[in-house]
Every structure is written in structure tokens, then in C-alpha cells.
T-cell receptor
Framework: KNQVEQSPQSLIILEGKNCTLQ??????????LRWYKQDTGRGPVSLTIMTFSENTKSNGRYTATLDADTKQSSLHITASQLSDSASYICVVTYGNNRLAFGKGNQVVVIP | DVKVTQSSRYLVKRTGEKVFLECVQDMDHENMFWYRQDPGLGLRLIYF???????EKGDIPEGYSVSREKKERFSLILESASTNQTSMYLCASRQGMVNSYNEQFFGPGTRLTVL
């Protein structure tokens, strides 16, 4: 069973609209959680990182939230642009510096 | 900026061939990683190395080997390529331990097709 579950698997949104991606994890002990953006045919690039004590972190139009009690994180994209079309991957660091990867949320922004 | 480069963006090989995927990082990172990424499966760790000449198996090492003769270079070797090794291969590097400040940086990926 995957230890990091992301939903929805894919979504299509209109340019200018907002969307929220979900990440639920079961691994412990928790260290930190990163959201990566991966453009088609490229390697993932880090958007945000959140530790246990952080609830919200923003990077431009991207805002990540973390609820360490319920083991849930979300990534909110505001006023989407065509360049936001990508896969968004949730990665949780836990235990003895182990990484658990989600399978990604595939976002397609259409004009 | 950290730069992780991979020798090829696209590679086509035949079944049974020996395949070398090269990865180079320019930030003197101790740790280097090889992943494969497949639709519906996400990223899976093949091998990693935390120092020169050191290597550790990841989650799916079967059919692969690695070499790290120099700190900046980490090679993935497919001794006898098979069609089920057709995939996107991603190299990554990281300084020290994984904490808030030590991001894992990824290369652009090599899309390998085995015919």
C-alpha cells in the first residue's frame, strides 16, 4: 500500500481558476513534506517544504498547508496559468531520512 | 544554482544490450540517487550512494547496478537491458541529511526505450 496518497489523480481546470491538490500520508515519524512540480519531460523541482511546526507556506501563487495531526497536506494554486500544467508530487521525509513519494497530481490548465 | 545533468535525454536500446546512464552534479553533494518513474507508479528508488565507492540498494535494484568512482558522478548500469526497463530515469543529488534545508535536486531525466 502506498504510504503517500494524492488526489485527484488528474484534473483539468480553466485558466484563471483556482484548484487544490491533496496529499495524505501514513508514514512516521514525520520530518518534513515537500511539494514538487514536474513539467512534462523534466525533472521535479521543489515548490515548498513544510516541517512539523508549519501550517502554511506560500511560493507565489502556490500555497501549501500541513496538518501534521491528521497527516494531510494540500497545495492550492491561485489564478492558474497555462504554465501550471504539470504533475505535482508530494514527498514525505520520515524516519531515518527515508523518502516516501506520492504518485502525483496531473494538472492540465486549458485556455 | 545546483545543477544535475544526465548524459542523454532520450535513449533507444535493444534487448540484451548493456546500457550506461551517466549523472553529474556540480555542488559537491555527498548523496546521489537513481530513480525510475513510470505512469501510475510514481518515482521508485533504484540505488543510492552516500559517498564515493559506496552504494546502497533502493526499493527496486534488480536488473541494475551502479558505480560511483568520483564524488560528482553516479552511473546507472543495465547489464542486459530488457523491455520492462523502458522508463524515465531520474538522477538526484543532495547535500548531507534530509532536513528542511537540504533539498534533493533532480536532473532532467533520461527516457529510455528498450526494443
Amino acid at each position: 500500500k502506498n504510504q503517500v496518497e494524492q488526489s485527484p489523480q488528474s484534473l483539468i481546470i480553466l485558466e484563471g481558476k483556482n484548484c487544490t491538490l491533496q496529499c495524505n500520508y501514513t508514514v512516521s515519524p514525520f520530518s518534513n513534506l515537500r511539494w514538487y512540480k514536474q513539467d512534462t519531460g523534466r525533472g521535479p523541482v521543489s515548490l515548498t517544504i513544510m516541517t512539523f511546526s508549519e501550517n502554511t507556506k506560500s511560493n507565489g501563487r502556490y500555497t501549501a498547508t500541513l496538518d501534521a495531526d491528521t497527516k494531510q497536506s494540500s497545495l492550492h494554486i491561485t489564478a492558474s496559468q497555462l504554465s501550471d500544467s504539470a504533475s505535482y508530487i508530494c514527498v514525505v521525509t520520515y524516519g531515518n531520512n527515508r523518502l516516501a513519494f506520492g504518485k502525483g497530481n496531473q494538472v492540465v490548465v486549458i485556455p | 544554482d545546483v545543477k544535475v545533468t544526465q548524459s542523454s535525454r532520450y535513449l533507444v536500446k535493444r534487448t540484451g544490450e548493456k546500457v550506461f546512464l551517466e549523472c553529474v552534479q556540480d555542488m559537491d553533494h555527498e548523496n546521489m540517487f537513481w530513480y525510475r518513474q513510470d505512469p501510475g507508479l510514481g518515482l521508485r528508488l533504484i540505488y543510492f550512494s552516500y559517498d564515493v565507492k559506496m552504494k546502497e540498494k533502493g526499493d527496486i535494484p534488480e536488473g541494475y547496478s551502479v558505480s560511483r568512482e568520483k564524488k560528482e558522478r553516479f552511473s546507472l548500469i543495465l547489464e542486459s537491458a530488457s523491455t520492462n526497463q523502458t522508463s524515465m530515469y531520474l538522477c538526484a543529488s543532495r547535500q548531507g541529511m534530509v532536513n528542511s534545508y537540504n533539498e534533493q535536486f533532480f536532473g532532467p531525466g533520461t527516457r529510455l526505450t528498450v526494443l
